[in-house]
């Protein structure tokens, strides 16, 4: 599995990205924003969390419209995966890789702690290693993560199943951190090839801060073998 | 106050004069449509207003909303907050700006999901 994960101006989570994919067997590679092309034999792209152009205009926006986003839509017209977290999952809706708009949190604090999740399901690249319904502790940091679609768009990703996580207390009762419809903390792309999530499981990677469970988003694409093209 | 200076009266003083003199200069030149004397040429400015769309919940707007009632600032009824551009164009012909600015908003200054914008021409 080769991984690209692109750095913008004000990306501050590739690090975390990288480390969590290299210990999960996957080869990480950093590839600045300026790019135009993805390295050859890219399985997956990733867009890390930060504030990339400072959050200007709006999260996500300026970096969406970059001409490497060109690459990587095509990477993904291919059916090649695509992870955005946090920042990126803004890039991605931005982009129009993702429906949707990640708003203002509700209660427009910056959230910053941990936050139990639902894994809705596990048959996709991104979520094999672990149990559908399982929930899973990570952290979250963001001040604009209330997903926000129109009820049509809403109605058609719950239908198809896309969404990838929720928001939920420790035994999986109600727990909405930020405002999201229907407690979404990540969906898939139609071709569940795309995924975008608020939460960090890049953190959660190490017994020695905080937890393993996000281990098993990483550990499902490493040993998802499916060429990009 | 800078140390040991003489601070600079605007208001009435020779400065404000002369201040005054130079834009009265520079509007009568420009009628007779000769460059200034800062070099500031007469371009197509333009304003476009993006706000939110009805509907779609405005947590900032409800917080200077309650800011302004708690200054006990009376007959408000709500408030909805949004971003102005203030857009210089080069071209100066009407037509061909509006479909400039418009591009402008579908393909960056707007989240048509979230977002309606307004263009006007100055």
Redesign the interface.
């Known amino acids: 599995m080769n991984a690209a994960i692109i750095l913008f101006p004000g990306s501050n989570r590739e690090g975390d990205a990288f480390r969590a994919l290299a210990a999960s067997g996957a080869r990480p590679a950093l590839v600045w924003h300026r790019e135009t092309h993805l390295p050859p034999k890219t399985d997956l792209v990733v867009l890390p969390g930060g504030f990339s152009y400072g959050d200007y205009l709006r999260c996500g926006a300026i970096a969406a419209r970059e001409s490497i986003m060109d690459a990587v839509r095509a990477h993904a017209a291919r059916g090649g995966l695509v992870l955005g977290i946090c920042n990126g999952f803004q890039i991605l809706v931005e982009s129009g890789l993702l429906p949707g708009v990640l708003m203002r949190n509700a209660k427009l604090r910056f959230i910053c702690r941990m936050q139990h999740l639902r894994v809705e399901r596990n048959d996709t690249p991104f979520a094999s290693a672990y149990a559908r319904g399982q929930i899973i502790k990570v952290a979250i940091a963001h001040g604009e993560g209330n997903y926000i679609a129109d009820s049509e768009t809403i109605a058609r990703i719950e239908g198809d199943g896309r969404v990838a996580f929720r928001y939920c207390g420790a035994n999986g009762e109600a727990d909405n951190p930020n405002g999201s419809i229907n407690d979404i903390a990540g969906i898939y792309s139609k071709g569940f090839n795309v995924l975008g999530l608020m939460p960090h499981p890049e953190n959660l990677v190490d017994a020695l801060v905080g937890g393993t469970d996000g281990r098993g988003l990483f550990e499902s694409l490493a040993t998802f073998a499916r060429p990009a093209a | 106050m800078i140390c040991g200076q003489t601070p600079i009266k605007l208001d009435g003083g020779f400065g404000l004069r002369f201040y005054l003199f130079e834009w009265a200069l520079f509007f009568a030149r420009g009628a007779r449509n000769v460059r200034s004397p800062i070099n500031r040429e007469l371009k197509m400015k333009a304003r476009v207003v993006v706000t939110l769309r009805n509907g779609?919940?405005d947590?900032?707007g409800k917080?200077i909303e309650g800011a302004l009632k708690s200054l006990a600032i009376e007959g408000i009824e709500s408030v909805r907050q949004g971003k102005v551009f203030d857009i210089e164009l080069a071209d100066a012909d009407r037509a061909s700006a509006e479909l400039v600015l418009r591009e402008a908003c579908e393909?960056?200054?707007a989240?048509q999901?979230?977002e309606n914008f307004a263009v006007e021409i100055l």
């Open positions: 779609i919940l947590p900032q917080a393909k960056l200054l989240n999901v979230v």
